[in-house]
């Protein structure tokens, strides 16, 4: 089974701040990877995609990298509308998804 | 715009089979599969499993032993049934669409359209 693990778990962070997360997987996954937003009491939304894929709509201060086991999501500069729990996703074993564990943004 | 719109019981004694579905409104119902991820209170997010239109389904191993997950393509919904449940499996089940998108000739997926949530808790 393919794992996954976030780090942090939770960072502070101010507005216009840039932030990053970084998502590692236990074998190599190729760019199948995802990132998703939730915020609190809502559905996850898809960000990222192919590890570096901006989704449709989604804003472009967001951005990923990274390929293999290690994989990054950038907010270039964070708004308030940012703060949330960040998840990342590996299809690389679909049809089974993996999600990490999560990392949780929020207000210094 | 594709929208999801879920509903099932809430609450469940332990034991009992947990029974959800999934309308899909305003978009294409074949040619996806169609997922149930769920996250238990203050923890992250499980993939339980997925169906296409035809109906072949793909299942997380951990759960395949209680998980159905079926389709009705004339009214466009798929639905969820969890058996033998126990406060472990007290969350909130999200359905979720899937789709793959080509890039250089291989297919990557992800799930770009969720229903609302439906919180489910099993307590006796």
């Known amino acids: 089974d393919i794992q996954m693990t976030q780090s942090p778990s939770s960072l502070s962070a101010s507005v216009g701040d840039r932030v990053t997360i970084t998502c590692r997987a236990s074998?190599?996954?190729?760019?199948?990877l995802n990132w998703y937003q939730q915020k609190p009491g809502k559905a996850p939304k898809l960000l990222i995609y192919?590890?570096?894929s901006l989704q449709s709509g989604v804003p472009s201060r967001f951005s990923g990298s990274g390929s293999g086991t290690d994989f990054t999501l950038t907010i270039s500069s964070l708004q308030p509308e940012d703060f949330a729990t960040y998840y990342c996703q590996q299809s690389y074993s679909t049809p089974i998804f993996t999600f990490g564990p999560g990392t949780k943004v929020d207000i210094k | 715009q594709v929208q999801l719109q879920q509903w099932g019981a809430g609450l469940l004694k332990p034991s009992e089979t947990l029974s959800l579905t999934c309308a899909v409104y305003g978009g294409s119902f074949s040619g996806y599969y169609w997922s149930w991820i769920r996250q238990p209170p203050g923890k992250g997010l499980e993939w339980i499993g997925e169906i296409n239109h035809s109906g072949s389904t793909n299942y997380n191993p951990s759960l395949k032993s209680r998980v159905t997950i079926s389709v009705d393509t004339s009214k466009n919904q798929f639905s969820l049934k969890l058996s033998s449940v126990t406060a472990a499996d007290t969350a909130v089940y999200y359905c979720a669409r899937v789709t793959g998108r080509g890039i250089w000739g291989y297919y990557y997926y992800g799930m770009d359209v969720w229903g609302q949530g439906t919180t489910v808790t099993v307590s006796s």
């Open positions: 074998q190599s996954i190729s760019s199948y």
């Open positions: 192919a590890a570096s």
